[in-house]
């Protein structure tokens, strides 16, 4: 089944602990993406990867980090995550080629005290 | 500033009858629009799109009309049903920016029976 996947689901946190949270896709797909989802804001891209070693800052990138070593995954970290980041996290993928239809993964709830 | 706006934060409707969503442009560039569906719990999900080529199309229930002039577009669901119930989001992009997807707010669809 063509997916992507994302983990945590859902994550508690204090301020300054370091996370990451892990996104895999298996449709070889060489675009992929990090947005986050807030009250009144809709989907805001964090970061973007167009391939392997080609990482791009999206609208919002203060305060995360990305990294594209393999195809498949692109984790998002927050090495010192602040109350601000609490938010929703949607991890996509698409295929090269400016019109690909973008997959989704199933979110990952962070909360951060 | 926000280049997709979806002003209604929610509509509420009589299963059967039209749902008429909404979403309004300010970025003459775009010329590729699509809505995401989204259930709770659940990534968004590609429901249908239209190039500015086009000033509609159809794909089952759901429609979706694109008036250029006024940067406007909107997404017709007839019949409703109520597992059309969620969060729509539409997005644009432009082919000269790698087709990066710039999405709304999101309105909440509720079908009632």
């Known amino acids: 089944e063509a997916q992507v996947t994302q983990n945590p689901r859902y994550l508690i946190t204090v301020t300054g602990k370091k996370l990451t949270v892990t996104c895999s896709q298996n449709m070889n797909h060489e675009y992929m993406s990090w947005y986050r989802q807030d009250p009144g804001l809709g989907l805001r891209q964090i970061y973007y990867?167009?391939?392997?070693?080609?990482?791009d800052k999206g609208d919002v990138p203060e305060g995360y980090k990305v990294s594209r070593k393999e195809k498949r995954n692109f984790p998002l970290i927050l090495e010192s995550p602040s109350p601000n980041q609490t938010s929703l996290y949607f991890c996509a993928s698409r295929a090269a080629g400016p019109r690909g239809e973008q997959f989704f993964g199933p979110g990952t709830r962070l909360t951060v005290l | 500033d926000q280049q997709v706006k979806q002003n209604s934060p929610s509509l509420s409707v009589q299963e059967g009858r039209i749902s008429i969503l909404n979403c309004d442009y300010t970025n003459s560039m775009f010329d590729y629009f699509l809505w995401y569906k989204k259930y709770p719990a659940e990534g968004p999900t590609f429901l249908i799109s239209i190039s500015s080529i086009k000033d509609k199309n159809e794909d089952g229930r759901f429609t979706v009309f694109l008036n250029k002039s006024a940067k406007h577009l909107s997404l017709h669901i007839v019949p409703s049903q109520p597992g059309d119930s969620a969060v729509y989001f539409c997005?644009?992009?432009?082919?000269?920016?790698?087709?990066?997807?710039?999405f709304g707010q999101g309105t909440e669809l509720s079908v009632k029976p």
């Open positions: 997005a644009a992009s432009a082919i000269n920016q790698g087709g990066k997807l710039i």
């Open positions: 990867s167009m391939n392997v070693e080609v990482t």
